[in-house]
């Protein structure tokens, strides 16, 4: 019974992402964006997050292509749903970490919320990821606190000037937010890139996977929006080593 209310519930997203296609294509949603070079480090003293690849990563920092991007596309003095959708290589394949502003607390963090500055926002997976310690929910907000502007070409230039660093977390869903990372990002690319389309689903996180009910609910729609693209431009920066960062010169939780 609950797959099956998850697929009703899937089909029924479907049929509204259709009729958004009918007038914007060929991003539906989140149809600007930004694309950003960067890093992902891992924190020395880390919790254990669940997750084979955050638990075990490799020693050096981690090149990442990232996608910064307002949801619905609203005037920057409105507020929107940010998205953030991350890309590295793991062992000559591509992963992709997909996350958009939500609450912080519970239930909030499992449902979307608009915000007017990405630098405001806390952005979370929404549906936890599948471990082998139980289910596990990633986050991501700006730290130290910073104020970045809501106009895309804006915070392009912005991050330009001064690269912007994101704190990464893991909780349970029910569970207090732990610091396992950073996203540091930098080096904007002159446009948004049409090609890069991220999919969780086909470039999964290393000892991670997504639960049953989760796909049923979003696939429809997502491969709908995707339509026959299958992979993404790619653009791989090289690999640099890193000082790890020290959980006692952070804060401990979100």
């Known amino acids: 019974m609950p797959t099956t209310v998850f697929r009703l519930g899937g089909r029924a997203l479907r049929a509204v992402m259709a009729v958004?296609?009918?007038?914007?294509?060929?991003r539906p949603i989140h149809a600007h964006g930004v694309v950003f070079e960067g890093d992902l480090v891992l924190l020395e003293g880390r919790r254990a997050s669940g997750i084979r690849w955050f638990d075990?990563?490799?020693?050096?920092?981690?090149?990442?292509?990232v996608r910064v991007s307002r949801s619905v596309g609203l005037p920057p003095w409105?507020?929107?749903v940010w998205g953030l959708g991350v890309r590295w290589t793991h062992d000559g394949r591509d992963v992709d970490l997909e996350l958009a502003s939500t609450g912080v607390g519970v239930p909030g963090r499992h449902f979307l919320l608009p915000r007017r500055s990405p630098s405001r926002a806390t952005m979370s997976s929404i549906f936890p990821y599948r471990s082998p310690q139980g289910p596990v929910l990633l986050a991501a907000r700006t730290m130290p606190p910073r104020s970045l502007p809501a106009d895309l070409d804006a915070l392009?230039?912005?991050?330009?000037?001064h690269p912007w660093v994101l704190r990464l977390y893991c909780a349970s869903p029910r569970g207090k937010w732990h610091p396992i990372g950073e996203?540091?990002?930098?080096?904007?690319?002159?446009?948004?890139?049409?090609?890069?389309?991220?999919d969780i689903d086909r470039n999964p996180l290393p000892g991670a996977d997504s639960y049953g009910?989760?796909?049923?609910l979003r696939r429809p729609?997502?491969?709908?929006?995707?339509?026959?693209?299958?992979?993404?431009?790619?653009?791989?920066?090289?690999?640099?080593?890193?000082?790890?960062?020290?959980?006692?010169?952070?804060?401990?939780t979100l």
């Open 20 to 26: 958004v296609l009918l007038l914007r294509r060929p």
């Open 56 to 65: 075990a990563p490799p020693a050096a920092a981690v090149p990442v292509v």
């Open 78 to 80: 409105l507020p929107d």
């Open 156 to 161: 392009r230039e912005a991050v330009a000037r």
């Open 183 to 198: 996203l540091r990002l930098r080096d904007p690319r002159a446009g948004d890139d049409p090609d890069l389309r991220f």
């Open 213 to 216: 009910w989760a796909r049923a």
């Open 221 to 252: 729609s997502y491969r709908l929006a995707q339509g026959t693209a299958v992979g993404a431009g790619q653009t791989r920066a090289s690999s640099t080593s890193s000082t790890p960062l020290s959980i006692a010169e952070n804060d401990s």
